[in-house]
């Protein structure tokens, strides 16, 4: 039985997510039309950059995850939980117990 990714505790509202990488020297760039709602995520000094899609009302803590490992900022306490669980399933994955 898999973690249940609709949990609150597996979300991150989008405002947070904007004042935790902007701490961090991220900047959000959003697209134009035809992409509108799309938006990147830039890491000024590096030029690293991670795309996220809409919806974003709360994102799941995996994509938020992803976002900081792509960057290499901190992670938020809800991806750090996701980043256990994932090593969790990775480790299943590779036949470890």
Request: net charge negative; aromatic share 12%.
């Amino acid at each position: 039985m898999g973690a249940d990714q609709e949990s609150p505790s597996y979300r991150i509202k989008w405002a947070d997510f904007q004042d935790w990488v902007k701490a961090h020297g991220c900047r959000i760039e959003a697209f134009s039309e035809p992409y509108a709602g799309v938006v990147d995520v830039i890491k000024d000094e590096t030029g690293k950059r991670f795309t996220i899609y809409p919806p974003f009302e709360k994102l799941n803590a995996y994509t938020v995850y992803k976002a900081c490992m792509r960057l290499g900022i901190p992670m938020p306490d809800c991806a750090k939980e996701q980043e256990k669980i994932q090593n969790i399933i990775d480790n299943h994955r590779n036949g470890e117990k």
